[in-house]
């Protein structure tokens, strides 16, 4: 076998393995395959934007996905990971529609007209369409590519043409002239929840009108919007405030236009706030969602002052025809001002609805639109509500029970051309719905499209061939989980679940996982348009896929939002920061990924290392006895694990392996994916790296045992034609050690496996883990071999682990941090002699494993020590452990170091004194701040204290 690289090279071995994967159709789903012994496991991807990029979002939402789809397959499920991209009709359609125009093809979309336009999208789709898709991939995304849908598919088309025929049909699909939500950027309408409001700071205006009745009487008025004055067709009084109540009835002078100062009524409506404003309000309800059923309610006039794209019209007269909204709201605070009626303005705060998509400040529009009355919301809601489906964090289900609690019908027609077209036809007064176009001449097609949200709702099941009752459906449907983001828990999850219940009669998916959001330093949501978000392909390229993966997931609570580290954040502008062609990378800046990076190049090393132990190459044939009485397990041909001869660390070791798959199992089971990294790294690099290989350096260095032939006399080796020399019994102890290193980094590559695929199918072929194994069980590919079991109590009693191994190793570690305190007590780092006064027999083999641990160079072991006065010491499990400063500290110098280390400690803990005996302090500050201040003089006595021994023991 050939012998690991000194240096992993993971942007090769990268590409190399996803080919292989591909290759071999590892990620490809077989409805035939599915059984009671191989159950189903499936999940469909959140379709991302066919014209998007990936970005940090994507990188966190994919991740998670592969690390479900990776550990079903080693549980032996028959996995069907579904991608597919959406057709973001408003999003996409504003991207071409900008291009052509930067390119002077159009001032605007009807230069070209519908066609052409739509052939232009199409024509960018082909090109920019699978950047996203290839994004993926280099992720190490586990999709069945082969199953690769797109929501503009002729097939999906039909699927979404039919559910609005079939809702159409029942009723719950209507046409009507309501007030929308209108973006005047894309030129349509949105719903609700494409509208994200944003607190803005702006002017209140107060501007004075006469009551025509009553000449000496006029009333004030404030508002945000002067320059909707002209569409003003009333002035609302609560009935019941006694300011105004008489007024009722009566008339106002409306200001504007100067041209039309019409005379409008004062309607009493109870729908005024006493408290807003002055209590008069302005209604203009061709422009306010809440003045519209004001407007309702008293039959007033609806007078539209606004075009479609925001520029004030004719109806807002001749001074402000013609202008932008807002250069028309600073034309009408002049008019006022000019006729004397402005009365102040002062800044306010409030809050506007933008459109997510465009950007821009929509406006209330009355439209005729298209509109769903949901189906299916009582079993949707009931589902989650008796938790039936599952959702993480399950906060988010009392979200989603209050907003399907107080559902308002949807808006599903979109003002733009590039989206599946309503299949409503009108001839004269005829009106045709159906899948295919009407027969006969004079038919012509509704404008309208449908809301891109119309076609990703129907996502779990028309992916899998509805309205056929495929072998897709039958065996991958209901989908086991689904990864979001809880931002469109409204927009996409809850239409999902309506979907299923309408269509399929149950649940879309078993569990919901809500991701949390990413956001910078400041708490800002990262976004390539903000410049705050640094594009991952870069950091793939700069680190590797499973570097960003495994330090996305270790930062990335259940749920919560994510901070992204960047160092160097304030050091660019927004244009540079993450041009990393002109500031290429540089160590540290990203410690997040940096963890990974490093995680990744231990995992590596300690492969080589254990590859470099011995001549024979490590071949593994048996990773876990399925199903078998107990028996040795072998990891080798040659090598296997002796009972017998195991150390207190080898059983030390396997029990904390042992804890190590029961919690990750656990922590993935209850979707807590930060929590099975952290345990990966707690026991990798800390246990295992830190702690057992160094200590299995006692028998692999050849240190332990030789003098004495310590362990011959109670393994029974020499009875079995074993040597029974000191060589022989320490060679065999080695070969032991080797079958528990082998034993242990078999179990743990699987472990990794879904977080970190590349490196771990690396190194399961590099170690040979894969040999003599079946296809399906680790031969062809890691992804495929068994996830890690603990070893049962049958097992545990095979090889003589008891609870007390652990015990009695853990004894040895704290004497040995014990030991490594006295030294950085004193700042020595070179190898020093120890001396332990044992309060107990201890084998050669364990004291050579304290040398190494302490890095002693000797440590003596003596009962009967006598230290001399004033040398360092401590009292652990094992004994006391003696640190002799003969020679090794310039003894003048370190008391001055530490009698200045004193005045600091001494300084700082009266002052934290003095803070906390001051009563104004104490009784003014939050409990907080004052559990802050005890932890701090607790801190510096406890410093304080062992500064104290340690001049004492310098004598």
Known sequence: MPELPKTYTPSEAEERWYQRWLDDK???????????KRPAYSIVIPPPNVTGILTLGHVLNNTIQDILCRRARMLGKEVLWLPGTDHAGIATQNVVEKTLKKQGVIKH???LGREKLVEKIWEWKDKHGGIIIQQLKKLGASCDWSRERFTFDEDYNRCVMQVFVDLYKKGHIYRGKRMVNWCPSSLTALSDEEVEMKQQNGFMYHFKVQVVEEPDTWLTIATTRPETIPGDTAVAVNPNDERYKHLIGKHIRRPLPLENQAAIPIVGDEHVDFEFGTGVLKVTPAHDKADFEIGQRHNLEIIDVLHPNAVLNDLAGVDLAGLDRFEGRKKAVELLKEMEALI????????????????????PRLSEQWFLKYPSVQASQDVVAQGEMKFYPDRWAKVYDHWMGGLQDWCISRQVWWGHRVPVWYRDEEVYCGVDAPEGEGWTQDPDVLDTWFSSWLWPFATMGWPNKTDDLKAFYPTTDLVTGPDIIFFWVARMIMAGYEYMGEMPFKNVYFTGIIRDKNGAKMSKSLGNSPDPIALINGYSADALRFGMMRSTPLGQDMIFEDR?????????????EANPLSPGRFPQIELGRNFCTKLWNAARFRQMQSGVEATPSSLDPVNEAPSPRRFDRELEINPALLSSDDKWILLRLNAAIAEVTTALDEYRFSDATATLYRFF??????????????????GAGKESGEGA?????????????????ASTRRENTLAVIDFVLGHTLRLFHPFLPFITEELWHGMGFNEDLPENQGGKSIMFAPWPKPLDADELAYFGILPEDEKAANEKYEAVN????????????????????????????????LRILLNAEPLDVDANYAAPKGTPSALTPLGTIYLPLDGLIDVDAERARITKELDKTNAELQKVCAKLADENFTAKVPQKVLDEHQQRKADWKEKKAKLEEMMSALG
């Open 344 to 363: 102040k303005e002062e800044p306010h705060q409030n809050n506007v609805g933008y459109s997510e998509r465009a950007g821009v400040p929509i406006e």
């Open 713 to 729: 006399a109670d393994t029974g080796l020499s009875d079995g034609g074993v040597a029974s020399t000191a060589e022989g019994v």
């Open 818 to 849: 014990l030991g490594r305190g006295l030294k950085s007590s004193f700042n020595i780092t070179k190898k020093v002699r120890f001396v332990l006064k044992p309060n107990q027999e201890l084998p050669a083999h364990e004291i050579e494993v």
């Open 568 to 580: 160097e954040f304030d050091k660019y502008g927004k244009e540079k920061r993450y041009d990393f």
């Open 685 to 702: 690099w800390s246990e295992y790296c830190d702690w057992y290989v160094e200590a299995s350096k006692a028998v692999l260095q050849g």
């Open 26 to 36: 590892c990620f490809e789903a077989d409805p035939a395959r599915v059984s009671e």
């Open 109 to 111: 979309r009807d230069d």
